[in-house]
């Protein structure tokens, strides 16, 4: 197995070429193993953005959710010329309609009474209530009056896994819109 003192093969060396393969078999060369890191950290990169840009998708998703909630909110004020809000708790927006007495949950409409946000989504800001428990009445933060006026509270959606955050502000035309934070 050893090669002559001249640097040549020897006869017996070149005679058995199943040998010299079996030997050079064993391991990966070098630029094997550079394709391979190469690559892994290529694929690693993609995943990586593919997730991040998932998350801002459900992130905005959740946001539009919320939106439509309020507008629905708004154009039911206006049309049934009754009061209608909105009760924020880091988990859900619950939309209800004050009948005269007291606040209550409206009957399902097209856009559904609740937006509940399922982890690592949540709301947060001043106007969100920490869950009081079973007990506490429920007063809504957002206020859509009858002649289309709203009063507002400051909140936003939170990704707390990634720490993205779209706050949810208010427009000059009555709307509202999902604004990033930084």
Known sequence: MRI???GIWTAEQRADPDR???RRSFGFT???VLVVVALLAIVG???TLALGARDERELVANGERILALLDYARDAAIASD???GCYLSPAAVTLLVHDGRQWRTPAGGSAGTTVALAP???L???GVAEDA???APRLPQLLFLPDGERRAAAFAIVDTAAGETRAIVATPAGGFALAAER
Do not use: D
């Open 4 to 6: 002559s003192e001249t």
């Open 20 to 22: 010299n393969a079996r």
């Open 30 to 32: 070098l630029l094997e």
């Open 45 to 47: 990169a993609a995943l």
């Open 82 to 84: 009754r009061v209608y």
């Open 120 to 122: 690592p989504f949540a």
């Open 124 to 126: 947060r800001g001043a």
């Open 133 to 135: 428990g079973s007990g």
